[in-house]
């Protein structure tokens, strides 16, 4: 996440490049920083931060080799956002293809849609001059058959037979609809989290915003979460800031979190409360969701809020500005 500063002194609003990451992923905030500070634009700055994520794997939520779905695959979630002309680039449920964020891009630049999904996009990829690879592990395999052997627990389904709260699949509808009141409660876990997230403010107030992820685990296959969809995973809009949001997407995406946060802050509310109010909205629905928003303004100020959940009562993430000499984790606690 990259977040802009204001300048001591100035008569008006200046930005200070700034980078904020979620999850305190220092090797994406550093990537981002040198690609801003050697003259590359924010785009650049939140593609490549992204992809260097991709490439390490970052705690097993970002990249090729983690979170395997219900068949044991790896597919892959991303989207990036130009702030100045709004416009989008998205992949979803990627596969085959590692570098999901350098896709996302492609399909901003090359075509005049904001979303490719399934084989079709890894087709396109591919004609983009990106390589088939490989996104299995075998960490990930592990883990497919981990989960095997523990009766395919947890998992996505509801209200079907055989009874997906005790046994593997394959499900289907039962013969007499019996619906129960399911609460909604988020099967992540801070040792789950599922997002990198990416705001990036240049010197100018220029914003761009990014996201990739490798979704939730044991996912039903087709899935797809918060990550890709413009507002929901981040949004960016260079005439009020940037914002992006981890967490149970399955949930966060029906409130379009990254979307209001930015909206809360054309209004004039600083980012901490932006994100507050965001994540408080979320509450009123879903009190035991797991999530948190990253939020920075054009005019240099920054912040984050979570939701506080057993486990889950502080929310770490990485600031790059030229104030300081490296990135710098910020925490801040759950509300």
Same mark, same amino acid.
């Given at each position: ?24 992923? +220092? ?14 634009? +924010? ?10 994520? +991709? ?7 970002? $990249? ?160 797809? $979460?918060?990550?890709?969809?413009? $507002? ?90 030229p104030l300081l000499s490296q990135p710098m984790e910020q925490v801040v606690d759950c509300i």
């Open positions: 996440l990259l977040v802009a500063s204001q300048l001591v002194g100035a008569t008006s609003p200046v930005a200070l490049p700034l980078v904020v990451n979620t999850w305190a992923f +220092e090797s994406a905030a550093e990537t981002a920083w040198s690609i801003l500070m050697s003259g590359g634009s +924010e785009l650049d700055a939140v593609e490549r931060g992204c992809s260097q994520c +991709e490439i390490e794997q970052c705690d097993g939520s970002v $990249g090729y080799g983690g979170s395997p779905d219900e068949s044991g695959e790896t597919t892959l979630d991303a989207m990036i956002m130009d702030g100045n002309t709004m416009e989008v680039g998205a992949v979803a449920n990627l596969r085959r293809v590692k570098n999901a964020i350098g896709v996302a891009r492609k399909v901003m630049e090359y075509t005049k849609h904001t979303l490719l999904v399934g084989e079709s996009a890894s087709l396109f990829a591919v004609r983009m001059g990106f390589p088939y690879e490989d996104l299995t592990t075998q960490k990930s395999l592990s883990r497919y058959s981990e989960w095997l052997n523990q009766s395919c627990q947890p998992n996505y389904w509801k209200n079907v037979v055989p009874d997906s709260s005790k046994s593997c699949g394959p499900y289907k509808r039962p013969a007499k609809e019996t619906f129960k009141e399911e609460k909604t409660i988020s099967q992540r876990s801070v040792h789950n989290h599922d997002t990198i997230g990416m705001i990036v403010i240049g010197g100018s107030g220029s914003v761009a915003a990014g996201t990739s992820t490798n979704g939730a685990i044991h996912k039903i296959p087709g899935r797809v $979460g918060d990550s890709p969809i413009a $507002g929901a995973g981040s949004y960016a809009d260079s005439t009020a800031g940037g914002a992006a949001a981890t967490g149970d997407g399955d949930i966060m995406m029906r409130f379009l979190p990254s979307y209001q946060a930015v909206e809360y802050m054309r209004m004039g509310i600083d980012p901490t409360v932006a994100c507050e109010k965001v994540i408080s909205r979320i509450q009123k629905y879903a009190p035991k969701f797991f999530g948190a928003v990253i939020c920075a303004n054009t005019t240099g100020s920054y912040g984050a809020a979570c939701n506080k959940i057993p486990g889950f009562t502080q929310f770490h993430f990485m600031v790059s500005t």
